[in-house]
T-cell receptor
Framework: EAQVTQNPRYLITVTGKKLTVTCSQN?????MSWYRQDPGLGLRQIYYSMNVEVTDKGDVPEGYKVSRKEKRNFPLILESPSPNQTSLYFC?????????????FGPGTRLTVL | AQSVTQLGSHVSVSEGALVLLRCNYSSSVPPYLFWYVQYPNQGLQLLLK??????LVKGINGFEAEFKKSETSFHLTKPSAHMSDAAEYFCAVSGGSGGSNYKLTFGKGTLLTVNP
């Protein structure tokens, strides 16, 4: 089944404790992206990757890191989480370079930073 | 920069009634436009997309949207609401003037409630 998977689905952590949220897709998509969703703000892009070893900042990159060492994986790293990073996070992927192609979303990771 | 405005953060309809969710974009050059749906505790799923082939776009689950350049709008409609349509709906845009083909810009979402 074609899908985007994220782990963990739920995470409660404390301020300053490094964490990684994994994202993997099995569709051989070039493009992958991370979003955060907050009430009343919709989805905002954190980082995206056009292909292996090619990443760029989205609208809200502060406090986040990403890497793209393999085509299928695009982990999101919070090196020193803070309470304002409490949010619902989505990973997405799509084929090709243009945005006329559908973006496929993972099920989401709900992160709480105390 | 490209932006999307969804009028109404919450829309409530009766089962069987018309669903109309509004979306306006800011580009003077027609962009790519999308509607996504998010069911409770799930990720986003594509309902339909406009890529300049036809102004009336049909999607899944009986939804459709009409691209109106003169009004810079891409409103989502469904003739008869079903209880299973209760979800949050997001309009999104890419490309166009001031926008990028490499990112989606989302509206803030409209929560649809369907009353029995």
């Amino acid at each position: 089944e074609a899908q985007v998977t994220q782990n963990p689905r739920y995470l409660i952590t404390v301020t300053g404790k490094k964490l990684t949220v994994t994202c993997s897709q099995n569709m051989n998509h070039e493009y992958m992206s991370w979003y955060r969703q907050d009430p009343g703000l919709g989805l905002r892009q954190i980082y995206y990757s056009m292909n292996v070893e090619v990443t760029d900042k989205g609208d809200v990159p502060e406090g986040y890191k990403v890497s793209r060492k393999e085509k299928r994986n695009f982990p999101l790293i919070l090196e020193s989480p803070s309470p304002n990073q409490t949010s619902l996070y989505f990973c997405a992927s799509r084929a090709g370079q243009g945005f006329y192609n559908e973006q496929f979303f993972g099920p989401g990771t709900r992160l709480t930073v105390l | 920069a490209q932006s999307v405005t969804q009028l109404g953060s919450h829309v409530s309809v009766s089962e069987g009634a018309l669903v109309l969710l509004r979306c306006n974009y800011s580009s003077s050059v027609p962009p790519y436009l999308f509607w996504y749906v998010q069911y409770p505790n799930q990720g986003l799923q594509l309902l339909l997309k406009y890529t300049s082939a036809a102004t009336l776009v049909k999607g899944i689950n009986g939804f459709e949207a009409e691209f109106k350049k003169s009004e810079t709008s891409f409103h989502l409609t469904k003739p008869s609401a079903h209880m299973s349509d209760a979800a949050e709906y997001f309009c999104a845009v890419s490309g166009g003037s001031g926008g990028s083909n490499y990112k989606l810009t989302f509206g803030k979402g409209t929560l649809l409630t369907v009353n029995p």
